[in-house]
């Protein structure tokens, strides 16, 4: 009789982590939001693909050395900022002045006449209360919503939809959100009021149409 040898089981590899946080999760959160972020930085869907994909070979080759210092969103979306950045056409960098020295365009307020003003009881408040529109009663209208978002946010300027991507979609905080664009504090604030006025203005004009 023949005695069966004991086969050890297979080893599983491990679960790759980030920060803490398994890698096919950063993947599942983040992934779709690092394209949107890419492509406000370069001129081809494609192009931004290849950049959030350089971007998780990196993440792959340098987890194990993340200290933490900030969050992994942060650290995720300074990695595809770079990698982006390499893969546009013209040389450019982000700088803080290029904010504040807005055209005719951007330095109207987006909000002007909408909201009370200082030293109104109400300021800071809405005047004019957004559309009824904007809250769905059904399916059918949230998902006509959503299509008016992704195009609102389609014809934002570049900074102000990544503005946007970072703190209304991804959930980053202002501090966050400025280290990442290189932002100060007061740009990053200005900046993101804009944006959002500016979404705003697009939304009506869509739901008008």
């Not at 529109?133 to 008016?148: C, H, I, M, N, Y």
Request: glycine share 4%.
């Amino acid at each position: 009789m023949v005695t069966p040898v004991a086969v050890p089981p297979e080893r599983t590899q491990p679960e790759r982590l980030v920060g803490g946080i398994p890698l096919a999760t950063l993947v599942r959160d983040f992934h779709r939001p690092m394209l949107n972020f890419a492509r406000t930085m370069v001129n081809s869907a494609a192009v931004a693909e290849d950049a959030v994909q350089e971007a998780w070979v990196q993440v792959l080759q340098s987890a194990d050395s993340f200290e933490g210092r900030s969050s992994v969103s942060t650290w995720l979306f300074g990695i595809v900022k770079h990698t982006a950045s390499r893969h546009r056409r013209r040389e450019s960098r982000i700088r803080d002045h290029e904010v504040l020295v807005a055209t005719d365009a951007d330095a109207a307020d987006p909000l002007s006449g909408r909201m009370h003003p200082a030293g109104h009881p109400d300021a800071g408040h809405w005047s004019v209360p957004p559309s009824r529109r904007f809250l769905p009663e059904d399916q059918t209208v949230a998902s006509e919503l959503v299509g008016f978002v992704r195009a609102a946010l389609d014809a934002l300027p570049a900074r102000q939809r990544q503005l946007i991507i970072l703190r209304d979609l991804v959930g980053a905080c202002a501090e966050e959100a400025a280290e990442i664009l290189e932002l100060s504090a007061q740009a990053q604030r200005a900046l993101l009021y804009r944006a959002r006025g500016n979404l705003r203005n697009e939304l009506e004009k869509r739901y008008r149409r």
